[in-house]
């Protein structure tokens, strides 16, 4: 049975650029997929065609069992987006802000007024809230982008790099209401260029590159398929560095990385912490001093580094940016439709004076 997130075969061109190229994808309900992939991989194709912003050229999707292209209004009233940008009124407070949402999804002006209310504890604003947007800074409009997403508490969320712009403390609050939500049963679509953000809130992670899935798993059954473990040694003068490397080609799986501007070599390995004395014991006796040295598993960097070529935030030689392609090809149709949006806007406002 299709999850509460099912997409299958998603193909979607811009003029020549193949942005989704058969993408499948199986979200259970109450779980999160964390969709990881560099700049231009087909991430945020992939979340509009999902939320019905765009339509696929072919393949099928569902969201809450309802499929995206035949019923559209549907999956709306049953999803919660959160995109790149803040899409707020920066001429009305934050209150203001939530409370039109509310309104918008039919919710009384008291259930709206209360809502936001715990909204903007919740997110750390309650002493801006009667500020206009305008002065906030981009972490706060960021934090009540977030919040106007989860006004009515929908059963399936779509989060697009929600944590793009907020500091190491807002972050980690932010992962704590994702948790909240997905221990009460909410289906999250996360995309991240955060490698750690994935490690920490994804059930399972599907790594999109090209426009195609090209590896799906949990965290770590990703990383066992990139390897074993890696020595990391540091050697304390770099007229050492020849020595050290020696010890390590010797005893390790693979040639040795040497980072010059760290003194720090890596090398894979098999043998773990065996292994790892024994290296200590052979650079001591070789006369090699050492500031550091510890043996690792991979992380989802050596992952996208495996599996891509290139780490998360480089875009591929010769792509095009997919994304910014399709907003520059489709930016008429994106203002069309902000100007809807604003009309709905002033008439919930009026609705609630």
């Known amino acids: 049975m299709p999850g509460a997130i099912y997409a299958e075969g998603l193909v979607k061109t811009f003029g020549e650029v193949r942005a989704l190229d058969g993408v499948d994808i199986d979200v259970p309900e109450g779980t999160v997929l964390g969709l990881l992939g560099p700049n231009g991989a087909g991430k945020t194709t992939t979340v509009r065609v999902l939320t019905t912003l765009i339509r696929p050229d072919s393949g099928r999707a569902e969201v809450a069992g309802i499929d995206v292209v035949k019923h559209p209004n549907a999956v709306r ?18 209150r203001e802000n939530l409370q039109m949402v509310g309104q918008l999804y039919q919710l009384s002006a008291n259930d709206a007024r209360r809502r936001a209310g715990e909204l903007l504890e919740r997110f750390n604003l309650a002493d801006a809230a ?13 934090r009540l982008d977030l919040a106007a997403a989860l006004v009515v508490s929908p059963p399936v969320m779509f989060m697009d790099e929600p944590t793009t712009g907020l500091d190491p403390r ?3 609050q932010l992962w704590q209401v994702i948790q ?26 599907a790594v999109v590159d090209h426009g195609k899935v090209i590896a799906r798993g949990t965290s770590d059954q990703l990383k066992e398929q990139t390897g074993g ?12 560095a020849t020595t050290a490397e020696e010890v390590l080609r010797n005893l390790g799986d ?17 043998g773990g912490a065996k292994l790892l004395a024994e290296v200590i014991r052979e650079l001591d006796t070789r006369g090699v001093e050492i500031d550091d040295i510890g043996l690792r598993r991979p992380t989802l960097d050596d992952v996208f580094i495996s599996l891509t070529g290139h780490a998360t935030e480089e875009e ?14 489709g930016s008429k149709g994106s203002k069309d439709a902000k100007g809807r949006r604003s009309g709905s806007k002033a008439a919930a406002r009026k609705e609630a004076s």
């Open 77 to 94: 009233r049953s999803i919660g987006l959160s995109g790149q940008f803040a899409a707020i009124d920066d001429l009305l407070t934050g």
């Open 130 to 142: 009667d500020r206009i947007a305008k002065t906030y800074s981009g972490g706060m409009r960021r």
């Open 170 to 172: 807002n972050r980690q």
């Open 180 to 205: 909240e939500l997905v221990a009460g049963g909410t289906t999250l679509l996360l995309t991240t260029q955060y490698l750690e953000e994935a490690d920490h809130l994804a059930d399972t992670i």
């Open 229 to 240: 473990e890696v020595i990391e040694v540091v050697v304390h003068d770099r007229e050492h």
């Open 254 to 270: 693979g040639d040795p990385v040497f980072t010059e501007h760290t003194r720090r070599f890596s090398v894979p390995v098999a």
């Open 316 to 329: 591929p030689a010769g792509e095009t940016d997919q994304d910014d392609a399709k907003d520059s090809k």
